[in-house]
């Protein structure tokens, strides 16, 4: 069975930088399409970014574009989100997803792995 397990959330001023982590475990990592997906209050669930098995191909929401950065270590079993020049507008839940997939998914419901979650608040 997959488990996910986020971590580097925190509250950061506007204009600050965060980087969260999740380490994966429980199936081989390299078969497994990750995202990052938040979770604000009154809001749907949204993906910031996506990444193939790879990293060749990745996704990013039109928001956080040039912000923020998706990569993946096959070797760690680890997916990192890059956050830098944060918004109050970023404050939210962020989760972890991975599905066993060989490209990103589009959409939250593509991915059938999730962790717990990490709070991310910026302050203005």
């Known amino acids: 069975q997959v488990q996910l397990v986020e971590s580097g959330g925190g509250l950061v001023q506007a204009g600050g930088s965060l980087r969260l982590s999740c380490e994966f475990s429980?199936?081989?990592?390299?078969?497994?399409?990750m995202a990052w997906i938040r979770h604000a209050p009154g809001k749907e669930r949204d993906i910031v970014a996506a990444?193939?098995?790879?990293?060749?191909?990745?996704y990013y929401t039109d928001s956080v574009k040039g912000r923020f950065t998706i990569s993946r270590d096959n070797a760690k079993n680890t997916v990192y989100l890059q956050m830098t020049n944060l918004k109050p507008d970023d404050t939210a839940v962020y989760y972890c997803?991975?599905?066993?997939?060989?490209?990103?998914?589009?959409?939250?419901?593509?991915?059938?792995?999730w962790g717990q979650g990490t709070q991310v608040t910026v302050s203005s």
């Open positions: 997803a991975a599905d066993y997939r060989v490209g990103p998914g589009y959409r939250t419901s593509d991915y059938a792995y």
């Open positions: 990444t193939s098995r790879s990293c060749f191909n990745t």
């Open positions: 429980g199936r081989t990592f390299n078969m497994y399409a």
